[in-house]
């Protein structure tokens, strides 16, 4: 079992930026991949990024590719979506999930945090 908190949203300006963490607890948390998704009103969840259990190996979906950047500190059992140069477009609650296996779908992933609002004002 993990669980996982989000924290580090909030109101920006386009052009902003924000840097999103997500705190994991329970064991062998080292062992798994991480994903940030996000989840516009009246739209699907959508992917944005994913990070393998020791970092080697990262994701992004094309609308973010360039701007964000994911991280993780398994020491501190944490993971970090450093987000720049932010749009309107990429206003959204975030959220952060893991798996065992590292995926680009939401569907793939069983654990998941309760979500963090990113605003970005135009």
């Known amino acids: 079992q993990v669980q996982l908190v989000e924290s580090g949203g909030g109101l920006v300006q386009a052009g902003g930026s924000l840097r999103l963490s997500c705190a994991a607890s329970g064991r062998s948390f080292s062992s798994y991949a991480m994903g940030w998704f996000r989840q516009a009103p009246g739209k699907e969840r959508e992917f944005v990024a994913a990070i393998s259990w020791n970092g080697d190996n990262t994701y992004y979906a094309d609308s973010v590719k360039g701007r964000f950047t994911i991280s993780r500190g398994n020491a501190k059992n944490m993971v970090y979506l450093e987000m720049n140069s932010l749009k309107p477009e990429d206003t959204a609650v975030y959220y952060c999930?893991?798996?065992?296996?590292?995926?680009?779908?939401?569907?793939?992933?069983?654990?998941w945090g309760q979500g963090t609002q990113v605003t970005v004002s135009s």
């Open positions: 999930a893991a798996d065992r296996f590292i995926g680009t779908n939401h569907w793939e992933y069983d654990y």
